[in-house]
């Protein structure tokens, strides 16, 4: 099972908050604010955590392959998601938080080897994921570049609608359920950015995947009809479960380009 996440272009709108906290006190009408804390006590306000919030969406190609016996599930889609995303970073510490959380609201495509085994499109289904990681810069309090490792933890839900097979007693009728793919992955893996002049910036990480918990119910995946005299059996007599682990890799690379000092956009 697979999913290009970028083969064809990730857009993010985000609006970065990177100012430090401030308290106004008013001490009459004639009176200037004042900051909540003098800056010569070693405070945060060198060192601010800095806040990114957006929006994505993005185009993607996948892939699913599963083969039981003779039976063979095959599927290729294309889905289109939107997804939330934010950032947290401690310029005091160099450690970093970030999550992300998608649902597409379109998918369509071709699968053989489907309901017994006839090919048809794709034209709905669910991807679903929810993700997040915590990260370290090696490069210590530098504004202009960050390199280091992060471990991670990544919920995704690949389930396109394939159709469903009937089950017990004949090919027309019978219990019958929707494919629903779920993966509960470990990352482990190295990102960074650099400023390129005032107005642009690369992002990118490599991750790797050790270790995923795979499960669920293969509803499409059926057998022909087994024809022996005047008696028709077709199998199985339930959906198919799956239970198991994969390992893999995942890898993500962005150019941002900066209209106003706390606005970005990333391709």
């Given at each position: 099972?697979?999913?290009?996440?970028?083969?064809?272009?990730?857009?993010?709108?985000?609006?970065?908050?990177?100012?430090?906290?401030?308290?106004?006190?008013?001490?009459?009408?004639?009176?200037?604010?004042?900051t909540g804390f003098a800056n010569?006590?070693?405070?945060?306000?060198?060192?601010?955590?800095?806040?990114?919030?957006?929006?994505?969406?993005?185009?993607?190609?996948?892939?699913?392959?599963?083969?039981?016996?003779?039976?063979?599930?095959?599927?290729?889609?294309?889905?289109?998601?939107?997804?939330?995303?934010?950032?947290?970073?401690?310029?005091?510490?160099?450690?970093?938080?970030?999550?992300?959380?998608?649902?597409?609201?379109?998918?369509?495509?071709?699968?053989?080897?489907?309901?017994?085994?006839?090919?048809?499109?794709?034209?709905?289904?669910?991807?679903?994921?929810?993700?997040?990681?915590?990260?370290?810069?090696?490069?210590?309090?530098?504004?202009?570049?960050?390199f280091g490792p992060f471990a991670?933890?990544?919920?995704?839900?690949?389930?396109?609608?394939?159709?469903?097979?009937?089950?017990?007693?004949?090919?027309?009728?019978?219990?019958?359920?929707?494919?629903?793919?779920?993966?509960?992955?470990?990352?482990?893996?190295?990102?960074?950015?650099?400023?390129?002049?005032?107005?642009?910036?690369?992002?990118?990480?490599?991750?790797?995947?050790?270790?995923?918990?795979?499960?669920?119910?293969?509803?499409?995946?059926?057998?022909?009809?087994?024809?022996?005299?005047?008696?028709?059996?077709?199998?199985?007599?339930?959906?198919?479960?799956?239970?198991?682990?994969?390992?893999?890799?995942?890898?993500?690379?962005?150019?941002?380009?900066?209209?106003?000092?706390?606005?970005?956009?990333?391709?």
């Amino acid at each position: 099972m697979t999913r290009r996440a970028i083969s064809v272009a990730v857009a993010a709108s985000t609006l970065l908050l990177a100012a430090p906290s401030l308290a106004a006190d008013s001490f009459g009408s004639d009176e200037p604010l004042r900051t909540g804390f003098a800056n010569e006590d070693g405070s945060d306000l060198d060192n601010p955590l800095t806040f990114e919030l957006g929006l994505r969406y993005w185009y993607s190609w996948g892939a699913q392959n599963f083969n039981l016996g003779s039976a063979a599930l095959k599927d290729n889609d294309n889905a289109q998601t939107v997804e939330g995303q934010f950032r947290i970073d401690d310029a005091s510490t160099n450690y970093y938080a970030k999550g992300l959380a998608g649902m597409s609201f379109d998918i369509n495509g071709t699968q053989t080897g489907g309901p017994l085994g006839q090919p048809s499109t794709v034209t709905d289904g669910r991807i679903a994921y929810a993700g997040g990681d915590v990260g370290f810069s090696w490069l210590g309090n530098n504004p202009h570049a960050k390199f280091g490792p992060f471990a991670g933890y990544m919920y995704w839900n690949d389930s396109p609608n394939l159709g469903r097979s009937n089950y017990y007693p004949t090919p027309t009728s019978g219990n019958s359920q929707e494919d629903d793919v779920e993966v509960n992955a470990l990352r482990l893996g190295l990102s960074g950015k650099v400023d390129l002049g005032e107005n642009f910036d690369l992002t990118g990480e490599v991750a790797a995947v050790p270790y995923a918990k795979i499960s669920g119910t293969l509803g499409a995946l059926g057998f022909a009809p087994t024809v022996t005299g005047a008696n028709t059996a077709v199998e199985p007599a339930s959906a198919v479960g799956m239970d198991g682990w994969v390992y893999g890799a995942m890898a993500e690379a962005m150019v941002g380009f900066h209209p106003t000092d706390h606005r970005v956009l990333r391709f």
